[in-house]
């Protein structure tokens, strides 16, 4: 599988992420939660690749795509320099990560992104409610598509924490086992872990703990 696709837009939904639309291949289908390999046509970058996840759900007519610019090399620099018009080639479909069924999405700062694509998928087919999002971050300004996350789940079962900004309507809080115990009534569901490895461990300690027996993991680079 590989796919040749030009960018129709570029935007920036934070100050260290960058979303690009793209034309999509009327054939393609994926996992929502999974990203594909992404390189670039262009001399000199044949050996260079990045997985990017995929945010948009597969009824779309284009592909959405958020990354973080926080790489500084040579081939990252070529991505995020990408303008409308310009093209990238998405091959093999990356990551383990699979809607399972109802249950807890705990997320830090990026990794919201594989759970994006999922609960697009899962308010287009009427079966979000039941579900709840835990997504913490430094600041306010860090949330990728809070707006989106909030009207996806009603203003209900989401929450969000705030480490390093105190803000009416946040927690200013990391994720702990208090939090957890406080906003989670049955461990016996599952529970789906995205965000940098250190986290997911830290995070997967405290379910086991608690109870938790299935515990679906998606490590996401910082």
């Known amino acids: 599988m590989e796919y040749r696709l030009k960018i129709m837009a570029i935007d920036q939904p934070t100050l260290e992420t960058k979303r690009l639309i793209a034309v999509k291949p009327r054939d393609f289908k994926f996992i929502p939660g999974r990203a594909v390999n992404v390189s670039l046509p262009k001399a000199g970058f044949e050996n260079n690749s990045r997985a990017i996840t995929i945010t948009s759900p597969n009824s779309d007519y284009y592909f959405e795509f958020i990354f973080k610019e926080?790489?500084?090399?040579?081939?990252?620099?070529?991505?995020?320099?990408?303008?409308?018009?310009?093209?990238?080639?998405?091959?093999?479909?990356?990551?383990?990560?699979?809607?399972?069924?109802?249950?807890?999405?705990?997320?830090?700062?990026?990794?919201?992104?594989?759970?994006?694509?999922?609960?697009?998928?899962?308010?287009?087919?009427?079966?979000?409610?039941?579900?709840?999002?835990?997504?913490?971050?430094?600041?306010?300004?860090?949330?990728i598509l809070e707006r989106e996350l909030k009207h996806l789940f009603g203003g209900k079962n989401i929450f969000f924490l705030l480490s390093r900004q105190k803000t009416d309507g946040y927690l200013n809080k990391s994720t702990d086992k208090d939090l957890l115990k406080e906003k989670v009534s049955n461990f016996n569901q599952e529970f789906y872990i995205a965000g940098p490895e250190n986290f997911i461990n830290e995070i997967k300690t405290i379910l086991v703990e608690l109870g938790a027996t299935s515990i679906n993991v998606e490590i996401v680079e910082p």
């Open 70 to 143: 926080s790489r500084r090399d040579r081939f990252n620099e070529a991505l995020n320099n990408l303008k409308p018009g310009d093209e990238i080639v998405v091959s093999d479909m990356l990551g383990n990560l699979e809607y399972k069924g109802k249950g807890v999405f705990i997320a830090h700062e990026t990794g919201i992104l594989p759970f994006i694509s999922i609960l697009r998928e899962l308010k287009q087919d009427d079966v979000i409610n039941g579900n709840m999002l835990i997504y913490s971050a430094k600041t306010r300004s860090d949330l």
